[in-house]
């Protein structure tokens, strides 16, 4: 059975785009990739900036779904400019991701939709037994 899971203040992703930001099937929980954009503020051009807004959103979705930032299994995240940003998106995700650490998969790509994104992060979750 699969669930789905749109925190209020982004149903215009299922309204325009048609797709759910959180989907639960079984316990686990499939996000669907989060960069920085929200209808409230622009995506910031400070890498470091932009980085915080984009857990703040994944922070909304995990809640969303009754999860916090602990139940994260697994992460993949995808950069512009992954060499020259890493390390600023390394420091800014120790901040919400502790220890034991998800599995992660960092990928450099070309382009994201939204303007100005340098990072989008897909995860997966499970529900604490």
Same mark, same amino acid.
């Given at each position: 059975?699969?669930?789905?899971?749109?925190?209020?203040?982004? @149903?215009?992703?299922?309204d325009?785009?048609?797709?759910?930001?959180?989907? %639960? !099937?079984?316990? &686990?929980?499939?996000? !669907?990739?989060? &960069?920085?954009? +929200?209808?409230?503020? *622009?995506? !910031? +051009? #400070? *890498? %470091?900036?932009? $980085?915080? #807004?984009? $857990? $703040?959103?994944?922070?909304?979705?995990?809640?969303?779904?009754?999860?916090?930032? #602990?139940?994260?299994?697994?992460? &993949?995240?995808?950069?512009?400019?992954?060499?020259?940003?890493?390390?600023?998106?390394?420091?800014?995700? #120790?901040?919400?991701?502790?220890?034991?650490? *998800?599995a992660? !998969?960092?990928?450099?790509?070309?382009? $994201?939709?939204?303007?100005?994104?340098?990072?989008e992060? +897909?995860?997966?979750?499970? +529900?604490? @037994?």
């Open positions: 059975m699969k669930t789905v899971i749109v925190p209020e203040a982004f @149903q215009h992703y299922v325009d785009w048609h797709f759910t930001p959180v989907v %639960e !099937s079984d316990g &686990t929980v499939y996000l !669907s990739g989060i &960069t920085a954009a +929200r209808a409230d503020k *622009p995506i !910031s +051009r #400070d *890498p %470091e900036e932009q $980085f915080h #807004d984009a $857990f $703040f959103k994944l922070g909304i979705y995990l809640e969303a779904a009754g999860l916090t930032f #602990d139940d994260i299994l697994e992460m &993949t995240t995808y950069h512009i400019n992954l060499k020259l940003n890493i390390d600023t998106f390394s420091k800014v995700k #120790d901040e919400y991701i502790k220890p034991p650490y *998800p992660w !998969s960092a990928i450099g790509v070309a382009e $994201f939709i939204p303007e100005n994104a340098l990072v992060m +897909r995860i997966v979750a499970k +529900r604490p @037994q």
